[in-house]
């Protein structure tokens, strides 16, 4: 999963740091190997965020492994970061103990433009074009890439097939019966929709993106501030005012709970809960984009997902691309490994998308379908400062806090100062 401000809550507070040399694993409290030695010249310090999905962990140090044995020169230490994983990689990044390789989720193009990661373009070479479109041009800065997408996390709309057909209604097309469908199923002990336990989740952003409006431009000027992404707003607003929506649920949108125990019939969640979404419903579930709000816009499904970069100003930067290239650019079957086995998730590259097997069918062949057709991305500028300017502004707006309008324009100007400030200008 991508965001960052749910690593706290749904990422497993797991830690430690493990060497992976040629044939032996090593941890930094007790060794398999009395010496403690090695015949790698090179030793790689590769950061993951503490994934929750079992297994994770173990696969990440295989994956180390098979690289060592591959690459005997090379050894690599697996760190596992628990909690503020971003904080910890921006702090350390300042630091001579910055990873060699780390992973980072909703790329940021200010870690470009400070020198802090290197461009991957070589390590991509002829399989560039086999990455989707929307993988490559979250990671591009001027015309260079920076990352290499490990996964895509798509984020939709699930609903419950008998609880629709139970009260009449079809699938929502449009916003319009989106609102009508969340009303409709709200009763006086439970509510039709679960958005997030701040009512607002993505849509905020995915309502601007569904009635044709953008976030930045790739010129780095703030486009939110739009008439038709107020309109969208404003119209966001009646789900609240419906009194739709669910609040205030023990876990938050990312996890699938609130749908799975009958508590809401429609809640936005991602793709990585539909194992659980399917071992507790069966096959009584469907996937739906959020719903074009009006005339000219178009359904939105957001993928953000982990991208492996490389620190520009470490030592062994050479070493570092040999393992991102090695391992999310031509070890296929590791990269289906990663996305089907641990969560679900959809791999990058869209040959190895087309043969992972959980991804061939049903629900999860439709999300793949949504991805492609109405995927977005958040832009690179889409930082923490950019977004909290935004989200407030948007957060007042749905609860009839102040005029929309105001509220938008002063969201834009404190946005385009953090933006300038990232881009220098």
């Given at each position: 999963?991508?965001?960052?401000?749910?690593?706290?809550?749904?990422?497993?507070?797991l830690?430690?740091?493990?060497?992976?040399?040629?044939?032996?694993?090593?941890?930094?409290?007790?060794?398999?190997?009395?010496?403690?030695?090695?015949?790698?010249?090179?030793?790689?310090?590769?950061?993951?965020?503490?994934?929750?999905?079992?297994?994770?962990?173990?696969?990440?140090?295989?994956?180390?492994?098979?690289?060592?044995?591959?690459?005997?020169?090379?050894?690599?230490?697996?760190?596992?970061?628990?909690?503020?994983?971003?904080?910890?990689?921006?702090?350390?990044?300042?630091?001579?103990?910055?990873p060699?390789?780390?992973?980072?989720?909703?790329?940021?193009?200010?870690?470009?433009?400070?020198?802090?990661?290197?461009?991957?373009?070589?390590?991509?070479?002829?399989?560039?074009?086999?990455?989707?479109?929307?993988?490559v041009?979250?990671?591009?800065?001027?015309?260079?890439?920076?990352?290499?997408?490990?996964?895509?996390?798509?984020?939709?709309?699930?609903?419950?097939?008998?609880?629709?057909?139970?009260?009449?209604?079809?699938?929502?097309?449009?916003?319009?019966e989106?609102?009508?469908?969340?009303?409709?199923?709200?009763?006086?002990?439970?509510?039709?929709?679960?958005?997030?336990?701040?009512?607002?989740?993505?849509?905020?952003?995915?309502?601007?993106?569904?009635?044709?409006?953008?976030?930045?431009?790739?010129?780095?000027?703030?486009?939110?501030?739009?008439?038709?992404?107020?309109?969208?707003?404003?119209?966001?607003?009646?789900?609240?005012?419906?009194?739709?929506?669910?609040?205030?649920f023990?876990?938050?949108?990312?996890?699938?709970?609130?749908?799975?125990?009958?508590?809401?019939?429609?809640?936005?969640?991602?793709?990585w809960?539909?194992?659980?979404?399917?071992?507790?419903?069966?096959?009584?579930?469907?996937?739906?984009?959020?719903?074009?709000y009006?005339?000219?816009?178009?359904?939105?499904?957001?993928?953000?997902?982990?991208?492996?970069?490389?620190?520009?100003?470490?030592?062994?930067?050479?070493?570092a691309?040999?393992?991102?290239?090695?391992?999310?650019?031509?070890?296929?079957?590791?990269?289906?490994?990663?996305?089907?086995?641990?969560?679900?998730?959809?791999?990058?590259?869209?040959?190895?998308?087309?043969?992972?097997?959980k991804?061939?069918?049903?629900?999860a062949k439709?999300?793949?379908?949504?991805?492609?057709?109405?995927g977005k991305?958040?832009?690179?500028?889409?930082?923490?400062?950019?977004?909290?300017?935004?989200?407030?502004?948007a957060?007042?707006?749905?609860?009839?806090?102040?005029?929309?309008?105001?509220?938008?324009a002063?969201?834009?100007?404190?946005?385009?100062?953090?933006?300038?400030?990232?881009?220098?200008?």
């Amino acid at each position: 999963m991508s965001a960052r401000r749910f690593e706290l809550s749904r990422r497993g507070f797991l830690t430690g740091s493990l060497l992976v040399t040629a044939g032996t694993v090593l941890t930094t409290a007790c060794s398999t190997d009395p010496g403690g030695s090695s015949s790698a010249g090179t030793t790689l310090n590769v950061w993951y965020h503490a994934y929750g999905e079992a297994g994770a962990q173990q696969a990440a140090l295989r994956y180390a492994k098979e690289f060592t044995k591959a690459n005997p020169d090379i050894a690599v230490k697996v760190t596992w970061v628990p909690g503020d994983y971003s904080g910890k990689v921006n702090a350390t990044l300042l630091t001579d103990a910055a990873p060699d390789v780390f992973e980072i989720g909703d790329f940021s193009e200010s870690l470009a433009r400070r020198g802090q990661i290197a461009a991957l373009d070589d390590v991509y070479g002829s399989t560039r074009s086999d990455f989707n479109t929307n993988a490559v041009e979250s990671v591009t800065v001027d015309g260079k890439l920076y990352g290499v997408k490990m996964v895509d996390d798509v984020m939709m709309l699930y609903y419950r097939k008998s609880a629709l057909s139970k009260a009449g209604i079809t699938p929502p097309a449009n916003f319009d019966e989106l609102v009508a469908a969340a009303k409709a199923l709200s009763t006086k002990k439970s509510k039709g929709l679960f958005l997030g336990n701040d009512g607002v989740g993505d849509s905020a952003i995915l309502s601007v993106w569904s009635n044709g409006g953008d976030l930045v431009t790739p010129d780095g000027k703030v486009a939110f501030g739009s008439d038709r992404a107020l309109e969208a707003l404003k119209g966001l607003k009646r789900l609240h005012d419906d009194k739709s929506l669910l609040l205030g649920f023990p876990t938050d949108w990312w996890d699938p709970s609130a749908l799975t125990q009958g508590v809401v019939p429609m809640q936005w969640s991602g793709l990585w809960a539909m194992p659980a979404v399917s071992t507790a419903l069966g096959d009584d579930f469907g996937v739906l984009p959020w719903p074009a709000y009006g005339t000219g816009g178009t359904p939105a499904v957001r993928v953000g997902g982990w991208t492996s970069c490389v620190n520009a100003k470490g030592r062994n930067a050479a070493a570092a691309k040999k393992f991102v290239q090695w391992l999310w650019v031509r070890q296929s079957d590791l990269q289906k490994d990663f996305a089907e086995s641990y969560g679900l998730h959809v791999p990058p590259r869209t040959s190895v998308a087309a043969t992972a097997k959980k991804l061939s069918s049903g629900p999860a062949k439709e999300v793949v379908g949504l991805a492609a057709k109405y995927g977005k991305h958040n832009p690179g500028t889409w930082d923490t400062a950019v977004s909290s300017a935004f989200n407030g502004a948007a957060a007042k707006i749905v609860g009839g806090q102040g005029d929309p309008a105001a509220l938008l324009a002063d969201a834009v100007k404190k946005a385009q100062r953090e933006i300038d400030k990232q881009l220098g200008r």
